[in-house]
């Protein structure tokens, strides 16, 4: 895997991935940033999200689950002292289809956070990551 990142101005970085998908980065203005796009550490809470839902969904439909839409919320805490890494993640997922059995929904969860997902793994070595989910008929 390959990606470039370009110092754009002030804390604005450009990076763009392999697979040539081009992404803003920059700080708060208190930190020397313009607000231009997320935080680094944001993207790597979303880019966390987006690998484990990867998972879920891929899980849910070879399980045959009717899924029809699947969302995240997370809360994250991080070290007061530097590196600020993460030290709390919790992942709150909602799906939703039709006649979705919560057992399968949990069962999905469960490997991704235990077998699959590269980047929640990687982030459990410093951070007590949690997950729970509700199931909507829809």
Request: charged fraction near 30%; aromatic fraction near 6%.
């Amino acid at each position: 895997m390959k990606a470039r990142l370009k110092w754009v101005d002030g804390v604005c970085f450009m990076g763009e991935s392999g697979s040539g998908h081009a992404v803003v980065m920059d700080g708060a203005p208190e930190g020397g940033g313009r607000n231009l796009g997320p935080r680094p550490m944001e993207l790597l809470l979303l880019g966390t999200a987006g690998c484990t839902s990867y998972d879920v969904i891929s899980i849910l439909k070879k399980s045959r689950q009717q899924v029809t839409d699947c969302w995240v919320e997370m809360e994250a805490e991080r070290a007061e002292t530097e590196p600020k890494v993460f030290t709390k993640i919790h992942f709150h997922f909602v799906v939703t289809g039709r006649e979705l059995k919560p057992e399968v929904v949990e069962r999905a969860i469960k490997l991704s956070a235990e077998k699959y997902c590269s980047a929640s793994i990687m982030l459990g070595k410093t951070a007590d990551i949690t997950h729970d989910f509700e199931v909507r008929e829809g």
